[in-house]
């Protein structure tokens, strides 16, 4: 409904896997992106089926109120607190043995609580009582995506809130979450999100 208002035209949006070639062949004016949870263009913004209609509304509490609120939404809803729109719709195996989430589970707990220490896929698979091989195939059918992956994303979602308290350097949050130094952050920051860490802490800081 909203492809056939022309309101999308020269626009990115998404839809459901399944109907991405039926909306770019019915629609070619819009910029249709198959592969991703939603798409924020500002004043519109499109998901991609019912569960990535939850994230997106997850991001718009998040860019609206902060990460607090959209933290304490999600543990109302019991769902992820965030997932960033770009990770891919499709995960090979979206419901993965529950053995696997016994698992690894303590494993993302823990890197959680050490995102300022390096991890290599040596030491994580060691600690999984896995061989590599065998750790980045499990992980990989848990979370839909790369240990490396995963843990950037922590990192920044984890910044993202440090930045909103307000009460630490940039170059502390760096520190804290596991980057290094400011400038590798800036550098994620800016690919992922389109904005500085400065940027992000002016337009989101939490009053008091």
Known sequence: MLAATGLLN???????????????????????????????????????????????????????YGAEAANSVARRLVVQPHREGGQAQFIERPVPPAREGARLGPLLDHLR????????????????GMSVRTFLRRFQALTGTTPGDWLLAERLARARELLELGQVSVEE????????????LRHH????????????????RRAG
């Open 10 to 64: 020269g626009r990115r949006a998404t839809t459901h896997w399944r109907y991405t070639d039926t909306l770019r062949r019915a629609y070619p004016a819009i910029r249709v992106e198959p592969d991703v949870l939603y798409v924020d263009e500002g004043t519109i913004l499109t998901s991609a089926g019912s569960a990535a209609g939850i994230d997106l509304c997850l991001h718009l509490i998040r860019r609206d």
């Open 189 to 204: 920051f800016r690919q992922r999100l389109g904005l500085s860490p400065a940027s992000y802490r002016a337009r989101f």
């Open 173 to 184: 949050v760096a520190t804290r979450v596991g980057f290094g130094s400011a400038a590798t």
């Open 113 to 128: 609580g050490t995102l300022d220490q390096d991890h290599t896929l040596a030491t994580l698979a060691e600690r999984s």
